[in-house]
């Protein structure tokens, strides 16, 4: 167990819908990243949160937006689904920011859009 | 661009034989790696990692080498169990966000 939790840990959407996914990071943990895990593929980094406030992005499409909560829990919302969007979604949280603080990821959040 | 990736997608082992599983990486300037687990339906578990000061690092079982000279990451596992079976990943982390950079995964298949 990472005490990384993430919900709902599977769902199904269509096209065109809006989807949110929610994690609640470690105790302790103040930053919060999110990764697209396609099937076969190694995960892809979307976003980190730091403090409330988005601290690094990967190459994805302003569809995909975040929040960081005073608690440190973070959502996830990607608007427009497309097919592709069809991944495992996977949330890490970290004590801090820097390299070598070790990253836990949560048991991810699969999402099919039909 | 950055890329870390892998030399062999499947590695298929007697049960109690070591594990050898590789990665290279094209960053020079990443100065963390680090080892996970993934079994099917989970989410990336974490083994071991290594700073690129050090070219070795043990755990339980499990042995990280980093060569910095070739770009080159492995994990070695030690008497392998069937429990070991899972994808392997090896990912790169560096600058100031806690961004890694994932390669595409090894299958370590364990024959009983």
């Known amino acids: 167990e990472t005490g990384v939790t993430q919900s709902p840990t599977h769902l199904i959407k269509t096209r065109g819908q809006q989807v949110t996914l929610r994690c609640s990071s470690q105790s302790g943990h103040n930053t919060v990243s999110w990764y697209q895990q396609a099937l076969g593929q190694g995960p892809q980094f979307i976003f980190q949160y730091y403090r409330e406030e988005e601290n690094g992005r990967g190459n994805f499409p302003p569809r995909f937006s975040g929040l960081q909560f005073p608690n440190y829990s973070s959502e996830l919302n990607v608007n427009a689904l497309e097919l592709d969007d069809s991944a495992l979604y996977l949330c890490a949280s970290g004590p801090s920011l820097g390299v070598g603080n070790t990253i836990y990821f949560g048991e991810g959040s699969w999402l099919t859009v039909v | 661009g950055e890329s870390v990736g892998l030399h062999l997608p499947t590695l298929s082992v007697q049960e109690g034989d070591n594990s050898i599983i590789n990665c290279a990486y094209s960053?020079?300037?990443?100065?963390?790696f680090i080892w996970y687990k993934q079994e099917s339906g989970k989410g990336p578990q974490f083994i071991i990692d290594i700073r690129s000061n050090m070219d070795k690092r043990q755990g339980q079982r499990v042995t990280v080498l980093l060569n910095k000279t070739v770009k080159h990451l492995s994990l070695q596992i030690a008497a392998t169990q069937p429990g070991d079976s899972a994808v392997y990943f090896c990912a790169e982390n560096g600058g100031a966000t806690n961004k890694l950079i994932f390669g595409t995964g090894t299958l370590l298949a364990v024959q009983p």
């Open positions: 960053n020079s300037a990443s100065d963390y």
